[in-house]
């Protein structure tokens, strides 16, 4: 675990109110409800920028470490490419992924049955509407 699964001073320096919650959040928590990230961004939806944390103080980490964050992670994501995610997805979750599906998620384009269906057919938009709703997301009409 780098920085011996401590955060790094400064990670979530500048969190804004809306997304404290999701420090406690148990997908992003070790058994013991702390915060298990070596990097975090964020971003509402009208910033014209995603956010990092302030001042954020690497002194811990091994002189050989290039990326000691391991933020590298992000690169399927910030390539600009549905397609490097579908293969991430593929290879990792196993789990085969429309392009067209996921392009539209990126986008930010209004959650519908169909789109929430081409990713995943067990669920729709009644099961995820709360969950848009907590992350601003657009929803469109069942």
């Not at 790094?8 to 109110?17: A, F, K, T, V």
């Not at 956010?51 to 990326?67: K, L, N, T, V, Y």
């Not at 729709?124 to 969950?131: E, I, S, T, V, Y």
């Amino acid at each position: 675990m780098l920085n011996g699964g401590r955060l790094w001073l400064g990670l979530l320096n500048g969190l804004q109110e809306q997304f404290e919650w999701l420090v406690r959040e148990p997908a992003f928590c070790y058994e013991k409800g702390e915060l298990e990230a070596t990097f975090a961004l964020w971003r509402q939806l009208t910033d014209d920028q995603w956010r990092a944390g302030r001042g954020i103080d690497f002194s811990r980490a091994e002189e050989e470490e290039d990326d000691p964050d391991g933020s590298w992670l992000l690169d399927i994501l910030c390539d600009g490419t549905a397609q490097e995610y579908v293969q991430y997805a593929e290879e990792v979750y196993e789990k085969v992924l429309a392009p067209a599906a996921v392009e539209y998620v990126l986008a930010l384009s209004p959650l519908t049955d169909s789109a929430i269906r081409a990713l995943n057919p067990a669920l729709g938009l009644a099961d995820l509407r709360d969950r848009a709703a907590e992350l601003s997301y657009p929803v469109g009409v069942e």
